[in-house]
């Protein structure tokens, strides 16, 4: 079936959203020595990382990556055949938008979540979007792709009503579908599943909420207006290289999909 679902994406170049092992509850346990430290004064919170990690920061957006160089195809590239150099096996991006997790969650009309009345997502038999159980932080964490190719993006609610998203991608080069796995993962300074996920619990483990300090830079908002939507099924922003299929409204009202009589596929892509 596997071998279907990969042959079907090749001609579509979307694939169906399934689960992965996401991780919902941390603890940090970085050395002080082993780390460095993201702070935002302009929205009130920090984390550690590790120091074999590169951080790239351009104010309401940063990402965190590794990797080692090694030409090979790209395994997640499943429409057309492309060539990659290096291989990224830590690939962590963050950016910041305005309104709470369940807000922001709820904006994104990610196809297959339901809310409730008061705007709160409904985590019964929802397998691909859990809580976060953490004492110093809360949120969601969405999961999204198949065939090891994919992400798990992060809503972690900040203060004055503003959330930080963190969409941490899967490496599909070490994917057991993938048949070169095994010498993917025995390449030298490569940073392993098990690891990635440590450092990934890490940084989540270690985010401190702090008051704001600085003048915070305005987030682009929409104004809503007096229209009525017309929803329609479509691909939404690319996010973490990938973009789901989503309810799109063509009159752009400003609406969030919450419920509307419209079923889109159960569908994701990659995108730049």
Same mark, same amino acid.
Do not use: A, Q
């Given at each position: 079936m596997a071998v279907l679902a990969a042959i079907a994406a090749f001609f579509t170049g979307a694939v169906n959203v399934t689960p992965t092992n996401i991780i919902t509850e941390s603890t940090s346990t970085i050395a002080i020595s +082993? *780390?460095?430290t993201y702070s935002s004064t302009h929205y009130g919170f920090s984390f550690k990382y590790p120091s074999t990690i590169a951080m790239s920061d351009t104010g *309401?957006? $940063?990402s965190l990556s590794h990797s080692v160089p090694f030409v090979h195809p790209d395994p997640c590239n499943m429409k057309d055949y492309t060539v990659l150099n290096d291989l990224t096996d830590f690939s962590l991006s963050g950016e910041i938008k305005d309104g709470n997790a369940e807000t922001v969650l709820m904006n994104d009309n990610y196809y297959g979540l339901e809310f409730d009345t008061n705007n709160k997502p409904i985590l019964d /038999? /929802? +397998? =691909?979007?859990?809580?976060? +159980? !953490?004492? !110093? =932080? *809360?949120?969601?964490v $969405? *999961?999204?792709?198949?065939?090891?190719?994919g992400a798990d993006v992060y809503y972690i609610s900040l203060n004055q009503n503003r959330t930080l998203i963190l969409t941490k991608s899967w490496v599909g080069e070490f994917s057991e579908v993938n048949g070169d796995h095994k010498k993917f993962k025995n390449l030298g300074g490569v940073i392993l599943p098990e690891q990635s996920m440590s450092y990934m619990n890490d940084i989540l483990g270690s985010i401190k909420l702090s008051p704001v300090t600085s003048p915070s830079p305005s987030l682009p908002t929409q104004s809503p207006t007096s229209?009525?939507? !017309?929803?329609k099924c479509g691909w939404g922003e690319c996010n973490g290289g990938y973009q789901a299929m989503i309810a799109v409204d063509s009159n752009n009202c400003g609406v969030p999909h919450n419920g509307a009589p419209l079923a889109c596929p159960a569908m994701v892509k990659m995108c730049l």
């Open positions: +082993d *780390s460095r *309401s957006k $940063f /038999n /929802n +397998d =691909i979007l859990k809580k976060l +159980d !953490n004492k !110093n =932080i *809360s949120g969601y $969405f *999961s999204m792709g198949v065939e090891g190719c229209c009525t939507p !017309n929803w």
